[in-house]
């Protein structure tokens, strides 16, 4: 989450915890299940859809206004997978999350996720093919999705003034994806992770956004806000370092392209991990926009415009 919407949202501590009478749905994160169990999460909150594909700039930034702002609830969350189910209490803030050291007998794939209240977008389970020896873990803002986070009234207006379908996408990501994938026997059953700080009030956006442009299916897994677990401590390289330590952990045959920018601490956030996980680091491709001379580079990081190059 960029700093703005960190400001943003933390001004929207009173409203989030007021209780209303509106209907509510729940927005379920993607799951998956890794070596050691699985993860489900998720949040109970208002029912306030996004923007239309057609919005204008006007009815865009009314509705995702909406979404950053409303309110979480308690209450019970009942999901399914094939054959199982569970029940859990959202915490006040509405964040909900069932973490298990065992391991579901699925299939390989990606299992549609059911869930009452109704799920915001729809969301599924992912089961990796322990055959496949690629995975890829990607920023968002500025990686795929054309977001100027260096330029705060840039960044205002695309992530709030244009709906999801119209967002621009950076050219030629989603194709390289699918090619790098194509290495596994089962690309379809890819441990593929779109880690984002941005809130996970906007997880519908994002979604459709990526199905828009054809990024290949993966577990999208943004930040919470204003809730009691450990996505609300910290600053955002604690938070993506905590998350690809998590991932890494889960799947440790599978060696990973990192994807990102030098906007912000990626380069940074990757050569750590490097330097702990050399042998799950398959490529680590940094988007060059930040345009400050002194911007280190650090050992295996490569400009992405190479391998995309190479691609052609």
Same mark, same amino acid.
Request: glycine residues 8%; hydrophobic residues 40%; negative net charge.
């Given at each position: ?33 890794? @070596?050691?169990? *699985?993860?489900? %999460?998720? +949040?109970?909150? /208002? ?7 057609? =919005?204008?700039? $006007? ?21 399914? @997978?094939?054959? *199982?189910?569970? %029940?859990? +209490?959202?915490? /006040? ?7 298990? =050291?065992?391991? $579901? ?21 992912? @089961?990796a093919d322990p055959r496949n020896a690629v995975g890829l873990i990607s920023d968002i803002d500025d990686t795929?999705?054309? =977001?100027?986070? $260096? ?162």
């Amino acid at each position: 989450m960029k700093n703005w919407l960190l400001f943003v949202m933390m001004t929207a501590t009173v409203s989030v915890s007021v209780r209303s009478e509106e209907p509510h749905h729940a927005i379920v994160d993607d799951a998956w299940q890794g @070596v050691h169990g *699985y993860h489900f %999460s998720g +949040r109970l909150t /208002e029912v306030h859809p996004g923007p239309g594909k057609d =919005s204008g700039r $006007l009815a865009s930034l009314y509705r995702n206004t909406r979404l950053l702002f409303a309110s979480g609830e308690e209450g019970v969350v009942t999901w399914k @997978v094939a054959d *199982y189910e569970w %029940s859990v +209490r959202a915490d /006040e803030h509405g964040y909900w999350e069932m973490v298990a =050291s065992q391991l $579901l007998g699925l299939a390989p794939g990606w299992h549609e996720i059911e869930s009452e209240p109704v799920a915001s977008s729809k969301a599924g389970f992912l @089961v990796a093919d322990p055959r496949n020896a690629v995975g890829l873990i990607s920023d968002i803002d500025d990686t795929i999705l054309v =977001s100027e986070v $260096l330029s705060k009234q840039s960044l205002l207006k695309n992530s709030l003034t244009v709906p999801p379908e119209q967002r621009a996408a950076v050219p030629a990501m989603a194709a390289l994806y699918g090619r790098l994938l194509k290495a596994n026997p089962a690309p379809e059953a890819s441990a593929v992770f779109y880690l984002s700080t941005t809130p996970r009030q906007l997880t519908d956006n994002l979604r459709r956004f990526l199905q828009a442009n054809g990024f290949p299916r993966g577990v999208l897994q943004l930040r919470e806000i204003l809730s009691e677990n450990s996505d609300s401590n910290g600053g955002n390289e604690d938070y993506k370092t905590r998350r690809i330590e998590r991932i890494l952990g889960a799947f440790p045959q599978t060696r990973f392209h990192f994807f990102g920018d030098d906007a912000e601490r990626d380069p940074e956030i990757y050569a750590e991990v490097l330097a702990k996980h050399p042998g799950q680091v398959a490529g680590i491709w940094i988007r060059r926009i930040n345009p400050a001379a002194q911007r280190p580079v650090y050992a295996g990081e490569h400009d992405v415009r190479e391998i995309l190059e190479a691609a052609k």
